[in-house]
């Protein structure tokens, strides 16, 4: 199980990237504050666009949701995108 509480963008694709590997298929991904946050949100867009990953995520509650890791996906590292959220 992975779970991810990182209200920005670039949390969720540090985490994504640098450990989704590590869950094995059938295991869980949860996405803390998912529906509430849009820089998730915009993050898990290009995750299954980039990664090609063909889970859908299912709502817990008024913010968080989770999926269940369908197929091994090896991590693109070069279609990682730049900072998003940084003060710059």
Same mark, same amino acid.
């Given at each position: 199980?992975?779970?991810?509480?990182?209200?920005?963008?670039?949390?969720?694709?540090?985490?994504?990237?640098?450990?989704?590997?590590?869950?094995?298929?059938?295991?869980?991904?949860?996405?803390?504050?998912?529906? *509430?946050?849009?820089?998730?949100?915009?993050?898990?867009? !290009?995750?299954?666009?980039?990664?090609?990953?063909?889970?859908?995520? *299912?709502?817990?509650?008024?913010?968080?949701?989770?999926?269940?890791? *369908?197929?091994?996906?090896?991590? !693109?590292?070069?279609?990682?995108?730049?900072?998003?959220?940084?003060?710059?």
């Amino acid at each position: 199980m992975l779970r991810i509480d990182g209200n920005f963008y670039d949390s969720y694709q540090d985490a994504m990237y640098y450990l989704y590997e590590y869950v094995p298929v059938g295991g869980f991904v949860i996405f803390d504050d998912y529906f *509430t946050h849009p820089p998730a949100q915009r993050f898990w867009a !290009d995750w299954k666009r980039d990664q090609g990953a063909p889970e859908e995520l *299912t709502r817990i509650d008024h913010h968080s949701g989770y999926f269940r890791k *369908t197929m091994e996906v090896q991590v !693109d590292m070069a279609r990682m995108h730049p900072p998003q959220d940084a003060n710059l």
